[in-house]
């Protein structure tokens, strides 16, 4: 079953390619929606997809690149789906 999940990312989170590799990560794990750097100097992120494939991808968003150091990933878990045609930075 199709999921859709939104997390927030904080910490060392910008100017460290997060944006491209969490795009790169979301398409290689066959998931839909958008990344974007916020205005507070955090990620932020829409996926959506089957629900194993979030779980990883949340995970991997504690991580990110190797340059970056994550605080804080908040999660908001969601049922309603939107038509997005792929993975990409907003």
């Known amino acids: 079953m199709k999921k859709q999940v ?3 990312i904080s910490g060392k989170v910008q100017g460290v390619f997060f944006r491209a590799e969490t795009c790169e990560k979301g398409r ?3 998931l839909t ?3 974007r750097n916020t205005l507070d100097g955090g990620v ?3 996926a959506q997809g089957e629900e194993d494939r979030l779980q990883h991808f949340v995970t991997w968003c504690w991580d990110g690149p190797d340059s970056a150091h994550v ?3 908040a999660v908001e878990w ?3 789906l939107e038509n ?3 993975f990409s930075i907003r």
């Open 78 to 80: 969601r049922d309603q």
């Open 44 to 46: 932020e992120a829409v």
């Open 33 to 35: 929606g958008w990344v």
């Open 84 to 86: 997005f045609p792929d």
């Open 28 to 30: 290689k794990l066959g």
């Open 6 to 8: 939104h997390v927030k």
């Open 71 to 73: 605080k804080n990933v």
